[in-house]
């Protein structure tokens, strides 16, 4: 699913008011369509994390902007890489349907 980046880095921003640990995606331009994650856990100094990155066995950030911009992908960042991004999970559940739940939500 092809999303707004400002929306989602929106929802990001939120975390401690959204469910979005374990959201996956991949890359429409990836020789293999490759799952990539990320999330948020509260309490830790470094809540935003990312798997299956550049770096072995992930990173932790500060911020969602910090995450979205770091160059991890193939030495891109999420932002700069936006574009070829389709979302799959968010929160666990599917994109659409976790979108039509905040979408309520936000009314």
């Given amino acids: ?16 008011r959204h469910n979005v640990d374990e959201t996956t995606f991949y890359f429409d331009d990836d020789p293999e369509e490759q799952e990539h994650y990320l999330g948020w856990i509260g309490g830790h100094e470094k809540p935003y994390w990312v798997g299956y990155c550049d770096i072995p066995d992930g990173c932790e950030y500060s911020s969602a902007e910090e995450m979205f911009t770091a160059k991890i992908y193939e030495g891109r960042s999420l932002k700069e890489r936006w574009e ?20 309520e939500v936000m009314r």
């Fill in 84 to 103: 070829q991004a389709d979302i799959c999970n968010i929160g666990g559940i599917d994109a659409e349907t976790w979108l039509s739940y905040y979408e």
């Fill in 1 to 16: 699913m092809k999303l707004d980046y400002e929306k989602f880095l929106g929802i990001f921003k939120n975390a401690d």
